[in-house]
């Protein structure tokens, strides 16, 4: 196993998600780095070096695989699944049956849901200042 839930916790949209730690370096996580926020072991793979950083939140169904890296206050939740080496950041979202896998990164406010499937090198941002 390379992360536990611990018994800080937060309530998002009437769930519980519990902040992780790492059990084990791996990648740039230390053991004892605190991650952000799931709903159950469900959400994150023990596999592969994928994370939730930050204040980086994933539940409902949301799942985070392979190397995928979810940062500050990104979300993924009802379906969405973020796997590959695809990163969510900033305030970005996947949810829905939305996918992102691949080198796809999503920033900003950039939000992807429905029944997209964006795989590849893309970069989705949404940025209130332009």
Do not use: P
């Not at 992360?3 to 519990?18: F, H, M, P």
Request: negative net charge; charged residues 20%.
């Amino acid at each position: 196993m390379k992360y536990k839930l611990t018994n800080d916790t937060i309530t998002v949209a009437s769930r519980t998600l519990y902040r992780i730690e790492a059990l084990k370096d791996f990648k740039e996580i230390k053991k004892y780095d605190l991650g952000g926020y799931i709903e159950s072991e469900d959400n994150l793979s023990q596999e592969g070096n994928c994370w939730v950083h930050d204040d980086a939140r994933v539940y409902s169904k949301g799942r985070v695989q392979d190397n995928a890296q979810i940062y500050n206050n990104a979300q993924v939740f009802d379906n969405g699944k973020v796997s590959q080496c695809a990163l969510v950041a900033q305030s970005g979202a996947v949810a829905g049956n939305g996918q992102i896998s691949g080198y796809v990164v999503v920033l900003g406010e950039g939000f992807v849901a429905g029944h997209a499937n964006l795989t590849g090198n893309q970069t989705i941002h949404w940025d209130i200042y332009k």
